[in-house]
C-alpha cells in the first residue's frame, strides 16, 4: 500500500483538494471518491498480475473483492460493513503480495 497513498495525494491535487478538505464534502461524494480510490487499486492488482507478482486466481480473487466494496460504497451500505470489507480486502492483498514474493 506504499504508493496507493501517493495515488491518493495525486487524486486530491488533480481534484484541488488539499489535506482535510474531503471532509467538507457530503458523506455521498466521499464515498464517490472512496470508490474512484478502489479503481486505482484494482489497476494495480492487475499490474501485479501482468508483472507475475500475482496469479490470475489471486488477480482475480483481489478484483471480485475490490468490485464488492465499490458496490458497497456506491449502494450506501454501512461504513463499518465497509471498513470490514476493506480490512479483509488488506490482509488478502498483503497475503497474496507476500506469497508471490
Known sequence: YKSESTDATCLRRNAGLGA???NRFAPEDR???AALLMYALQYRVEEAQEDG???ADQAADL???IVD???ALLSNLSIADVKVMMVEFKADYLAAMGASS
Open 31 to 33: 464515498r464517490e471518491y
Open 63 to 65: 478484483i471480485a473483492q
Open 69 to 71: 466494496i465499490k458496490e
Open 20 to 22: 482535510g478538505q474531503l
Open 53 to 55: 507478482k500475482l496469479t
